[in-house]
């Protein structure tokens, strides 16, 4: 009988799961593959939260190692999440977290990526909204740069100004980000483009020229420090790239949990 076992040399064994890398003819990699573990961008991220933690914790940390501080109820917990073991869970009361002023999430005139996993319990009441993450005073009337949320409606919306005060809106179709799913949203600015994106989908695009407003604020997530928006749910892999509009285009969002280095 012939030997079954292998006799010979392998080199760049990968398994991929989640993506079929190959339909078709393709041309063989003439160099060793990438690492997918890293990424090219990483001395641009300026926020990078995973939300790992033991259930019903209220430590949340920063690879970027920025302090975190918890007002109210926020926890990390393992009963739903995206990725690792936890998620951010905010019970829709008046609970956020915070990071202090920083020109980290001052972002100004130059491209970035703001982006998260998001899972609503329920949809925000009529007349709120449900906060990922903002820059700005409670309610927007001053300090304001920018904010990022979903509406009743399921609207993904950024709104952003370049005078403290008056905000433009960048405001994608409605029903696009629904309860009890799972949705990968994100907000880039590429140029002089700002582009929104539910699942790697462009779900609004809008010109932009101006710089934001450099707001002395601290950046909340999940909430407006007087409570008044709050985002009932949990909220995983929430990532800040300064410098940098990741995506222009459909892409499809990580598979696993974005690179730490």
Known sequence: TANPYFIGY?????????????????????????????????????LLMHMEGVDSAQVFNDVKSHTVTVSGTPSTRTANFKFGSSSAYFDGSAGYLSIAANTDFSLSSGDFTIESWVYLNAMPASGSAAIIVQRRNSDGTADNSYVFWVSPTGVLEFDYSSTGTTQVSVISPVGLVTPKAWHHVAVCRVGNKLI??????????????????????????????????????????????????????????????????
């Open 10 to 46: 392998m080199d760049e064994m990968r398994v991929t799961i989640g993506q079929a890398r190959y339909d078709g003819s393709f041309t063989v990699p003439s160099a060793a593959f990438p690492d997918d573990s890293s990424d090219a961008n990483f001395a641009n991220v300026t």
């Open 196 to 261: 929104l994106f539910v699942n790697g989908t462009p779900v609004a695009i809008d010109l932009i020229s101006v710089t934001l407003f450099e707001s002395t604020s601290p950046l909340t997530i999940g909430n407006r420090p007087d409570g008044l928006r709050p985002f009932n749910g949990y909220m995983d892999e929430l990532r800040i790239t300064k410098g940098v509009g990741r995506y222009r285009g459909q892409f499809t969002p990580s598979t696993m949990m974005l690179p730490r280095t």
